[in-house]
T-cell receptor
Framework: QKEVEQNSGPLSVPEGAIASLNCTYSDRGSQSFFWYRQYSGKSPELIMSIYSNGDKEDGRFTAQLNKASQYVSLLIRDSQPSDSATYLCAVNILGTSYGKLTFGQGTILTVHP | DTEVTQTPKHLVMGMTNKKSLKCEQHMGHRAMYWYKQKAKKPPELMFVYSYEKLSINESVPSRFSPECPNSSLLNLHLHALQPEDSALYLC??????????????FGEGSRLTVL
């Protein structure tokens, strides 16, 4: 089992819809969870971090964390074509060295007009 | 504008060449990272420096040699690379690895092609 798994893409949604991106992780003791966005040919950019169970909202983005289910998700409301990118889930796996993030394989999101 | 600056943006080198990638940040961060990213794959950690000391080496071949001259600068020296080393090399920084967060600031990357 991979340590961090993301729902297989690509994911295509119409403009204005809600895009839902999912991620599961294997280590129950993991503490910190992140969503990075990467446009084609660009570097990753941190868009959300979440450390506690529940929801965290930032503009059109909502991160949801459920540690009991070992599940973290990212919702993008009112999706725009500019949201089309690869979304990477990243986790600090308990027991790994400080500074080491484990990334999922990424989900490609396409928002079509 | 990114606050982590990488040079060069593109580099083509032969297998016998020696070259260096450079990274600079002025955010006062005390942790700096090198990642390698192949097409359609997530970033793969290579090295972590914490307070200018190497803290993680992910079993990277010795043809890659990192250097951290001071808290703002990070270099990656390249020698005798193989074509399969062609990739996007990303530098990143974070406030302090001891905080154990994954809040990384990435540079724009250096796209390396090895002929």
């Amino acid at each position: 089992q991979k340590e961090v798994e993301q729902n297989s893409g690509p994911l295509s949604v119409p403009e204005g819809a809600i895009a839902s991106l999912n991620c599961t992780y294997s280590d129950r003791g993991s503490q910190s969870f992140f969503w990075y966005r990467q446009y084609s040919g660009k570097s990753p950019e941190l868009i959300m971090s979440i450390y506690s169970n529940g929801d965290k909202e930032d503009g059109r983005f909502t991160a949801q964390l459920n540690k009991a289910s070992q599940y973290v998700s990212l919702l993008i409301r009112d999706s725009q074509p500019s949201d089309s990118a690869t979304y990477l889930c990243a986790v600090n796996i308990l027991g790994t060295s400080y500074g080491k993030l484990t990334f999922g394989q990424g989900t490609i999101l396409t928002v079509h007009p | 504008d990114t606050e982590v600056t990488q040079t060069p943006k593109h580099l083509v080198m032969g297998m016998t060449n020696k070259k260096s990638l450079k990274c600079e940040q002025h955010m006062g961060h005390r942790a700096m990272y090198w990642y390698k990213q192949k097409a359609k794959k997530p970033p793969e950690l290579m090295f972590v420096y914490s307070y200018e000391k190497l803290s993680i080496n992910e079993s990277v071949p010795s043809r890659f040699s990192p250097e951290c001259p001071n808290s703002s600068l990070l270099n990656l020296h390249l020698h005798a690379l193989q074509p399969e080393d062609s990739a996007l090399y990303l530098c990143a920084s974070s406030q302090d690895v001891r905080l154990n967060t994954g809040e990384l600031f990435f540079g724009e990357g250096s796209r390396l092609t090895v002929l």
